[in-house]
C-alpha cells in the first residue's frame, strides 16, 4: 500500500467495529484488516454501470476515502444498470447523486469528487493521490490513458469491461504483472466495436463485473487471496460461463515493458477519436439532409416521396414513422432492386448515422433524390411527434 | 487437426452460433478456413494481409498466441482457441 495521506492507522468507532462485524470475525480481515480499508484510497474512474455496485460495495466495506470521476448527468436511460443513482436522481450530476448515496450508505466514507474527465493533464495528479484506480469507463481512450497513468505511478489498475452479455476483468500494473497493453497493444478503429449505447448491454451485467472489480481491490487492500493479476476473466452471462486465461507481461510492451512511454499521450490521436470524427463530419456534410420539421410538412401536403427506415427489426418494433418502409442498412444492397431511382427517398435511423451511409451507398449505386434525415427519429420525436418514444 | 474455436457473441452472429470447429496445421490455418466459410466475419478477425490485429486477441488453450508464434502457432487435435476482442463498455 501506497497511501499519501494517512499512514498512521485510524482507530474504529463503537459504532463502526459494531458496523463491519461481520468482516472482523473473518479472521481474512479482522481489526487489521478493517483499519487497512478504512486507510485505504480508492479513485473510480466513471459512476455509470462498472462504477456503481463498485462506489456502494466499497462503500459499505468501509474504504475509508473514494475518489470519484465523473462530469456526465443522470439520465433515465441510466437507471437500467447504473443501480447508484435512483429516479429523483434524472437531471442531476451522478457526482451529487453518488455522493448522497454513499453517504446514506455509509457516512463514514469520505467521498472526493472530481468532475471532470481524466485527461493526459490531470490524470497522473488525480490517480497519484490514491491507493488503487477502477476502471469503470466507457471508451478506449481513457482505458489506455488509464492503463499508462498506473504504470508510471505503480498504482493497481483493476479493470472491468463489458458488452451486450460479456464481461472481461483482470488486474493490470501491479509490480510484475502485465498490463492492458500487454492484452490489446492498440485499439480497434474508431466504429468498429460498438458502444453499449449504440449494441445495448444486459443491465445485470455491470453488476457482475463491477463487483468482481470491487472483490478484486478488497483483496488488494487487505492483501489476501489472490487476484486477477496475470490473468483475465471472461464473464459469458448468457451461457453463464466463466473462464481465467493466462495473461503474460509483454516485454515489447511500450508501457510496462521496454518503458518507451515516460509521459501520457493524446490518448484521441492514439484511438484514432479525432480523425474518425473530422470524417464523420466531412461524410455527413456530403449528404443532402432534411429535418423532421421539413419532412412532416411534406407527409401533410400529401407528396408523393418513399421513407426508408435502416434501422434493425427490434428498433421498428419500439417506434417508427408512418409510412415508412423497412430496409435494415445490412440488407440494403439486397433490397436495392427493389427501389426506385426516379423517385425521391428520404432515409432515416435513430440518429441520422446509418442512414447517412445508406445515402452514400444509395447515390452510389446511382441514386440521385435521396436525402438523410437530420437526427433521425430521435429528433423526429422532440420537434414533430412527441408520442413517438425515445430510447 | 480439429480443434474448437469459441467466438465472444458479438462475433458469433456473424457464423452460425459461438462455437465452431475447424481445421488445419497452425492457428493461422484454423483461422482462414473459418474465414474462408463465414466471409462477414473473417475481416474481424484478422487484418487484410491475413495478420492478427493488434485488438483482437486469440488464445490457444489458455495461452496467448503471440508467445509461441503468433498464427505460425502449432495446434493439435482437440485444441481449443478462444478469441477475445477489445470491448469498452462500462
Known amino acids: ?391 | 487437426m480439429a480443434v474448437t474455436l469459441f467466438l465472444p457473441t458479438v462475433l458469433a452472429r456473424l457464423a452460425d452460433g459461438g462455437t465452431l470447429r475447424s481445421e488445419g496445421g497452425t492457428v493461422g490455418e484454423v483461422v482462414a478456413n473459418v474465414a474462408e466459410r463465414f466471409p462477414q466475419l473473417a475481416p474481424r478477425l484478422r487484418d487484410e494481409n491475413g495478420d492478427p490485429y493488434a485488438f483482437v486477441t486469440f488464445y490457444l488453450n489458455d495461452e496467448d498466441i503471440r508467445f509461441s508464434g503468433s498464427f505460425a502457432a502449432q495446434v493439435k487435435d482437440g485444441d481449443e482457441l478462444t478469441i477475445v476482442p477489445a470491448i469498452a463498455g462500462g
Open chain 1, 1 to 391: 500500500m501506497t497511501s499519501t495521506t494517512s499512514t498512521v492507522a485510524p482507530e474504529l468507532s463503537n459504532e463502526e467495529i459494531f458496523r463491519y462485524s461481520r468482516h472482523l470475525i473473518l479472521p481474512e480481515v479482522g481489526l487489521e484488516g478493517q483499519k487497512k480499508l478504512k486507510r485505504a484510497r480508492v479513485l473510480l474512474v466513471g459512476v455509470g454501470g462498472l462504477g456503481s455496485p463498485a462506489a456502494l460495495y466499497l462503500a459499505a466495506a468501509g474504504v475509508g476515502t473514494l475518489g470519484l470521476v465523473d462530469f456526465d448527468v443522470v439520465d433515465a436511460t441510466n437507471l437500467q444498470r447504473q443501480v447508484l443513482h435512483g429516479t429523483s436522481a434524472i437531471g442531476k450530476r451522478k457526482l451529487d447523486s453518488a455522493r448522497e448515496r454513499i453517504e446514506d450508505l455509509n457516512p463514514n466514507v469520505h467521498v472526493e469528487a472530481h468532475e471532470t474527465s481524466l485527461t493526459s493533464r490531470n490524470a497522473l495528479e488525480i490517480i497519484g493521490t490514491y491507493d488503487i484506480v477502477i476502471d469503470g469507463t466507457d471508451n478506449f481512450q481513457t482505458r489506455y490513458l488509464v492503463n499508462d497513468a498506473c504504470v508510471l505511478l505503480g498504482k493497481p489498475n483493476v479493470y472491468g469491461s463489458i458488452y451486450r452479455f460479456e464481461g472481461q476483468a483482470s488486474v493490470f500494473a501491479t509490480k510484475d504483472a502485465p498490463c492492458y497493453r500487454c492484452l490489446f497493444r492498440e485499439p480497434p478503429p474508431p466504429g468498429l466495436v460498438p458502444s453499449c449505447a449504440e449494441g445495448g448491454v444486459l443491465g445485470v451485467l455491470p453488476g457482475i463485473i463491477g463487483t468482481i472489480q470491487t472483490t478484486e481491490a478488497l483483496k488488494i487492500i487487505l492483501g489476501i487471496g489472490e487476484t486477477l493479476e496475470g490473468r483475465l476473466l471472461l464473464v459469458d452471462a448468457l451461457r453463464m460461463k466463466f473462464r481465467t486465461l493466462n495473461l503474460r507481461k509483454d516485454p515489447t510492451c511500450p508501457a510496462c515493458g521496454t518503458h518507451e512511454i515516460t509521459e501520457l499521450i493524446d490518448y484521441e490521436e492514439f484511438c484514432g477519436v479525432r480523425q474518425a470524427a473530422a470524417a464523420d463530419a466531412a461524410a455527413a456534410s456530403a449528404v443532402p439532409e432534411i429535418t423532421p420539421t421539413q419532412l412532416a410538412a411534406r407527409i401533410s401536403r400529401g407528396e408523393d416521396f418513399d421513407l426508408i427506415d435502416v434501422r434493425e427489426p427490434h428498433e421498428w418494433e419500439i417506434a417508427r414513422i408512418p409510412g415508412a418502409r423497412l430496409i435494415p442498412l445490412a440488407t440494403l444492397v439486397e433490397a436495392l432492386p427493389t427501389l426506385d431511382s426516379a423517385r425521391e427517398i428520404v432515409v432515416h435511423c435513430k440518429g441520422g448515422g446509418r442512414s447517412a451511409r445508406a445515402v452514400q451507398q444509395l447515390q452510389a449505386s446511382g441514386f440521385r433524390k435521396v436525402w438523410n434525415l437530420a437526427g433521425g427519429i430521435t429528433r423526429w420525436s422532440d420537434d414533430v411527434d412527441p408520442s413517438t418514444p425515445k430510447y
